[in-house]
C-alpha cells in the first residue's frame, strides 16, 4: 500500500521538485523533510496538508483526504491503470455508462418505496449496486482530473473553485461565511 510519504517521494520526482525547495517552501528543515519522506519518522497530521498544498499536487491530496477523519466519501487515486488521461477518460465513461442502468433501476425502487421504510431483499441489493456505481463514477472522476493536470497542466484546484462556485451561484450550495475570527485584509 502505498503511503503519503511515498506518493510525495513520486510527486516530486513527477514536478521536478528537489527536497531543499519543498523544505524551504514548507518551512522545514531539509533533514526533517528527509526523515518524513524516507519514513524514519511519520508526517505530522498538521504538516500533511502543508506538504501537499506546497506540492499542488492532487494525488498527495487525494491520498491525504483518503484518510481525513470526517471525509465522508474518501476515495482513491487508480493508479493501476495506464497513465493517460484518454484511458481514464475510457474508464470515466464505462462507468458512466453503468450508472445509468443501475440508477434507472434504483429509481423505481426509490419510487416504489414509502418512506421510512428499509429496503430490504433485491430492492436493498438494487440501492447497493446503485451506490457502489456513485462510489466508482466519483473515484475515475476525480483520478481523470489528477491525469489532466499531470499530463496537459490542467488545474485541478481551480476546476474545484469553479464547481463551487457554480453550486453557490445555482443555489444548490450555501456561500460559505467568514469567521467573525477570521482577520479580513
Keep these: 500500500m502505498l503511503t503519503l510519504a511515498m506518493i510525495l517521494r ?3 520526482v513527477t514536478y521536478g521538485v528537489i527536497g531543499k525547495e519543498l523544505a524551504a517552501a514548507a518551512c522545514l528543515a531539509p533533514s526533517t523533510l528527509s526523515e518524513y519522506l524516507t519514513g524514519s519518522r511519520p508526517i505530522p497530521k498538521d504538516r500533511e496538508g502543508e506538504l501537499v498544498e506546497v506540492l ?3 494525488r498527495a ?3 491525504r483526504c483518503t484518510d481525513c477523519k470526517g471525509n465522508l466519501f474518501p476515495t482513491r487515486y ?5 497513465n493517460h488521461p484518454i484511458v481514464a477518460l475510457d474508464k470515466l465513461v464505462e462507468e458512466a455508462e453503468e450508472i445509468i ?4 433501476e434504483a429509481r423505481k425502487t426509490m419510487i416504489n418505496k414509502r418512506h421510512g421504510y428499509k429496503f430490504a431483499g433485491t430492492n436493498d441489493l438494487t440501492i447497493t449496486s446503485f451506490e457502489d456505481e456513485v462510489a466508482d463514477l466519483i473515484t475515475c472522476s476525480k483520478t481523470l482530473l489528477i491525469k489532466l493536470q499531470e499530463w496537459y497542466n490542467r488545474p485541478v484546484v481551480e476546476t474545484m473553485r469553479r464547481h463551487i462556485k457554480k453550486l453557490e451561484q445555482s443555489g444548490y450550495c450555501s456561500v460559505k461565511r467568514k469567521s467573525p475570527l477570521c482577520k479580513v485584509d
Design 61 to 63: 491530496s487525494e491520498e
Design 101 to 104: 442502468n443501475v440508477a434507472k
Design 10 to 12: 513520486e510527486e516530486m
Design 78 to 82: 487508480l493508479d493501476e491503470i495506464d
Design 56 to 58: 499542488n499536487s492532487p
